[in-house]
């Protein structure tokens, strides 16, 4: 992230409820058809800076919320995060998101 991105972006804070609220809200934009490209980019790029997140629940949410947006990069996106995932839990999380997302794209 870029620090002029970051001045002014809630998604960006350290607090983990309130990043946690962002990835939540994340999704209801895609409910909206004239999303701009450059929006809808940037909403991706909070959930995958959120897949990194030093907190292994953040990480799962991100999972969550990632898989509901299906894009050509969504699986790419959480199988790179469960490949690097330490906390067993989170990786569990992030493979139940995963089988989500490929069983909506599948039919």
């Not at 509901?68 to 469960?82: K, V, Y």
Request: proline share 3%.
């Amino acid at each position: 992230w870029s620090s002029d991105v970051c001045s002014s972006d809630l998604a960006c804070s350290v607090d983990d409820s309130v990043t946690v609220g962002v990835l939540n809200l994340l999704p209801q934009f895609q409910r909206f058809q004239h999303i701009p490209s450059e929006d809808q980019n940037r909403i991706v790029e909070i959930i995958r800076r959120g897949l990194s997140a030093p907190s292994s629940y953040m990480r799962s949410v991100a999972a969550d919320e990632r898989a509901r947006m299906i894009d050509g990069s969504a699986a790419t996106d959480l199988q790179r995060a469960i490949d690097t995932e330490s906390d067993a839990l989170a990786r569990d999380s992030m493979r139940r998101a995963l089988s989500s997302l490929q069983k909506r794209t599948s039919r």
